[in-house]
DNA sequence: GCTGGCACTCGGCCGGTCGGAGTGCCAGGA
DNA sequence: TCCTGGCACTCCGACCGGCCGAGTGCCAGC
């Protein structure tokens, strides 16, 4: 009806004065700012029933109201307009990540996009291993024992292991070696070439056999936990800008967490490529990101994502210009690892 | 004179004290806290010739004295003793260096340690490419006209680039191209490579000779400057630890300044792996360092180094302390990279 | 050349006051 | 039934003035 109609959009005010000015806002405020079609004093009763609800807070008796991490939720669910980006924004996503030499490169400037964008931290996680596929697996001798070996992705990623041999190899074993691995996994995805591996020793070459095992079972490693994933962040000197504001404490457990990155990879585990995914303050799982919130979203050509990428910021922010830049630079990104 | 030698000891006492309780220290606690053998009346002749000169300031009338960048400088050239790392801190280094698996991973254990032995900001710079010698030169083609160019160098850094060829190439010409490029620069230095390019095109086959010289443009590109150096950062959640109290501004510009990652780059260009560099608030050129000290070596087994590290904090910084851990660190990184 | 004494100077802290913004409630009107 | 204007009340934050303490510079004496 009606009355819960004028309830929302009393909200949603609230939700953008705050976001705008950071002052906790009044009755009176609002009706001036926003053509509301009520008086102060309505508006008084309806901050009142969304108090009581839950979704605004007051600081202290007698100041405006905030709203509540619930107040965000509800939001940004239901009550935020997708927020086109500019032209000017878009051609500044393009001029920005052409002209990248390589993987590195391009995430590098995607990361600081991201931050110039958002005016928040960013977050790019390197494209995943395990959803990746061989383009190339390189072998180099160290010494007579020792062999580099060197995977190429598909995305661009290249991991390097050193593998000590079970025995002496020359340079001729080295070649049929690096023949036999690419003829079996260019072209594979690196998560199933944990089930190749059992025939692809059994049918090799007797000499080679201890050989095409270690080296496998190197290759297979780098798909464990903390090589697996890695992380860019750029932007951090955003916290920086009115942090006594944003976050209570301080931005150090913050500054932690991030550069632990095992908090944001795992929060980042579950975005896919098509729905940006908005974490809000105690909903983050992690004590540290309590205060803050975090858009996220994957990127990837396919309908599984590569990697994903983020940014983190105040719970009082501009989500919907947020979900918008996270969005945007997301879609371009996976276009771009595509093509190459 | 024994005068002299008194004030000098009195300006010891004075950064001492100021560094480790960041009040303005005062004529008595002076003599309380330092056994400098005369009263605080002494004292504060002495500081005020101390001040006279330069080294010490007062925050305002009826303070206490604060060093000043000229007065840390004296302190660092004729005043500090070198401080050996405890026993556990040695420990701590080789076990948190001992285990990584490849350049990224010691690089980024090395910023961690150094993060967290000196509580101050770290960063460390990859081998430059241009004194790196190549292990290996790898090609792997993408296309028919385009070839992705991956250098691997002996300090394990690796780099990819795609190069686009002149004319459709088959895998034959690729093995070729493959055996003459590693033939011509493996165990080369790149800073070297660029004098043998020339000889290099004049000799090979005329069918492959645009393709080497393509090549060979390709890899010579990797040395410009962007790409050439890159940077680690970590322990920035350091900054936010009292940084009202020693950032007198906001850690913002700082924190932009470290991710521009070439104010920083530029300042390790001069570093040699024997002498440990202070280079003290003002005396940076860059104005967002102005308040901050960088204390860096090189690292590397020769007598040139292969790259630098170092930290950054406020001038208020334990610089004897710093100065011992950086060394260490990085003559640590240097054994770790050269015996592999 | 060192020392103790003394007057002086500020910055920071404390408590009290005041104004403004904002609220809750209530009675009256559409 | 719902909205509105009015009114009394609350509380934060800014402002002010006084006090205290730490620290200084200077001076006369040893």
Do not use: C, W
């Not at 959009?9 to 002052?23: G, H, K, M």
């Not at 079996?184 to 059992?198: I, Q, W």
């Not at 056999?209 to 932007?235: M, N, Y």
């Not at 301080?250 to 975005?271: F, G, K, N």
């Amino acid at each position: 009806m009606a009355h819960d109609d004028r309830r929302l959009r009393v909200l949603r005010a609230i939700v953008e004065d705050y976001v705008s000015t950071n002052d906790p806002v009044g009755s009176k405020a609002l009706a001036a700012r926003h053509d509301l079609g009520v008086s102060p004093a309505t508006i008084r009763n309806d901050m009142a029933a969304l108090e009581e609800e839950g979704y605004i807070t007051q600081p202290h008796t007698s100041a405006g109201r905030v709203p509540t991490d619930k107040g965000y939720r509800l939001f940004v669910d239901r009550l935020s307009s997708v927020k086109p980006l500019s032209g000017a924004e878009r051609r500044a996503i393009e001029k920005f990540l052409d002209g990248a030499v390589d993987l590195h490169d391009v995430l590098g400037r995607t990361v600081r996009l991201l931050a110039q964008l958002t005016r928040q931290v960013a977050v790019v996680q390197y494209p995943t291993l395990s959803r990746s596929a061989v383009r190339h697996l390189e072998l180099v001798p160290l010494s007579t024992t020792r062999l580099l070996m060197v995977l190429i992705t598909d995305t661009g990623r290249v991991e390097q292991r050193v593998v000590e041999s079970p025995g002496e190899v020359d340079a001729e074993q080295v070649a049929e070696l690096r023949t036999l691995l690419n003829a079996a996994f260019t072209g594979a995805k690196l998560v199933e070439a944990s089930g190749t591996v059992p025939g692809l020793v059994e049918n090799a070459p007797p000499h080679l056999r201890a050989l095409v095992s270690a080296v496998s079972a190197t290759l297979l490693e780098t798909l464990v936990e903390p090589t697996e994933d890695r992380l860019v962040i750029g932007g951090t000197a955003n916290l920086a800008r009115g942090s006594a504001l944003d976050f209570p404490g301080t931005v150090r457990p913050l500054l932690e967490a991030l550069e632990e990155q095992v908090v944001v990879l795992r929060l980042m585990a579950e975005v896919g490529p098509s729905t940006v995914l908005v974490s809000i303050g105690e909903e983050n799982a992690h004590e540290a990101l309590t205060g803050a919130s975090f858009v996220s979203v994957g990127y990837g050509a396919g309908d599984q994502a590569l990697g994903g990428l983020g940014v983190v910021g105040p719970t009082r922010m501009d989500y919907a210009g947020n979900m918008a830049a996270v969005r945007a630079v997301a879609r371009y990104v996976g276009h771009l690892l595509a093509e190459s």
